[in-house]
C-alpha cells in the first residue's frame, strides 16, 4: 500500500512574500489549482518571518501581517478541493537575533 504522498503526480507551488499579505487572492489559486489538476500544494509558510499566527519566540511577523494569516486561508482552500498539503519553510531568512539565540539551526561550514 502506498503512502498518500506517492500517491501525488502533480503538486503545485505558492512562494509567498511579505508584500502577498496585502494583495493575496486566494479564489485565484483555487481557480489555478483545479485548471492545473493538481493533487497536492507546497504552500511557503515562512521561516525567517512567518505567515500564520504563531507565538513561537524570535518568529518576526511577516511586514504586511494585518489581520490576515494567508497560509491558513490558502491551506483551508487547499483542503476544500482534497488537496494533500505540504508548509515549506524557506531557510534563508534567519536573522542575527535568531542566529544568536540558536546557532545550531544554522550552517554556516559548507
Known amino acids: ?9 502533480r503538486w503545485g507551488q505558492v512562494n509567498l512574500k511579505e508584500d502577498d499579505l496585502q494583495t493575496l487572492d486566494v479564489d485565484f489559486w483555487v481557480s489555478y489549482w483545479q485548471r492545473s489538476e493538481v493533487q497536492g500544494v507546497n504552500i511557503n509558510a515562512g521561516a525567517g518571518v512567518d505567515y500564520y499566527p ?15 494569516g494567508v497560509f491558513g486561508e490558502l491551506v483551508e482552500a487547499a483542503h476544500q478541493l482534497a488537496l494533500h498539503v505540504l508548509a515549506g519553510l524557506d531557510p ?6 535568531l542566529y544568536k539565540a540558536h546557532p545550531d539551526w544554522f550552517l554556516t561550514d559548507c
Request: aromatic letters at 20%.
Open 92 to 97: 534563508n531568512w534567519g536573522h542575527e537575533e
Open 54 to 68: 504563531t507565538q513561537i519566540p524570535l518568529y518576526r511577523h511577516a511586514k504586511f501581517w494585518g489581520d490576515r
Open 1 to 9: 500500500m502506498n503512502a498518500w504522498f506517492e500517491k501525488v503526480m
